[in-house]
Antibody
Framework: EVQLVETGGGLIQPGGSLRLSCAAS????????MSWVRQAPGKGLEWVSVIYSGGSTYYADSVKGRFTISRDNSKNTLYLQMNSLRAEDTAVYYC???????????WGQGTLVTVSS | EIVMTQSPATLSVSPGERATLSCRASQSVSSNLAWYQQKPGQAPRLLIYGASTRATGIPARFSGSGSGTEFTLTISSLQSEDFAVYYC?????????FGQGTKVEIK
């Protein structure tokens, strides 16, 4: 069974940093396109970043220069390093497999990041 | 970027009735559209891709149609487990974008 489990969320002050992890089982992170998608409280879904199987990375304009997506193939884990956090980054962050650069499936259960003083 | 607009924001339907949800793209996305279902406290679940292909394990009461800029998700006979928020997503252009969601609630 494919499972994605995110960890690392929490309460952080504006300007702070946080690293999210997404551990995969039944699934090889390095062989797939892996994305982070976020959802602000009571809001819709926003794509944040993707890392392709070849290693190329892309970011939404809203996080470019502040967030970095990466993976550890030996741990079969995806990461999102978030720096210079802002209140508007408050959201549940989901990792998801991007099927052939198209739709997202499956998704992890999400981890909540709250940026507040 | 392509803006996806869903309507209505909330749809009140009785169990057993038919629900029709709409999604409009600000420019053509061909058939490069997916639908997701999200229940409270849960991650989104893929329902439909390619505008009309059901994902693995999705019941036949869910159907998708449309192309270009106008799309529809139809739930033929609502079951209790179908009350949720539904999102459309285009993958024709970068960046991938989602609609704001339609909440299907019990009437």
């Amino acid at each position: 069974e494919v499972q994605l489990v995110e960890t690392g969320g929490g309460l952080i002050q504006p300007g702070g940093s946080l690293r999210l992890s997404c551990a995969a089982s039944g699934f090889t992170v390095s062989s797939n396109y892996m994305s982070w998608v976020r959802q602000a409280p009571g809001k819709g879904l926003e794509w944040v970043s993707v890392i392709y199987s070849g290693g190329s990375t892309y970011y939404a304009d809203s996080v470019k220069g502040r967030f970095t997506i990466s993976r550890d193939n030996s741990k079969n884990t995806l990461y999102l390093q978030m720096n210079s956090l802002r209140a508007e980054d408050t959201a549940v962050y989901y990792c998801a497999s991007e099927v052939g650069e198209r739709w997202f499936d499956p998704w992890g259960q999400g981890t909540l990041v709250t940026v507040s003083s | 970027e392509i803006v996806m607009t869903q309507s209505p924001a909330t749809l009140s339907v009785s169990p057993g009735e038919r629900a029709t949800l709409s999604c409009r793209a600000s420019q053509s996305v061909s058939s490069n559209l997916a639908w997701y279902q999200q229940k409270p406290g849960q991650a989104p679940r893929l329902l439909i891709y390619g505008a009309s292909t059901r994902a693995t394990g999705i019941p036949a009461r869910f159907s998708g149609s449309g192309s270009g800029t106008e799309f529809t998700l139809t739930i033929s006979s609502l079951q209790s487990e179908d009350f949720a928020v539904y999102y459309c997503q285009q993958y024709n252009n970068w960046p991938k974008t989602f609609g704001q969601g339609t909440k299907v609630e019990i009437k």
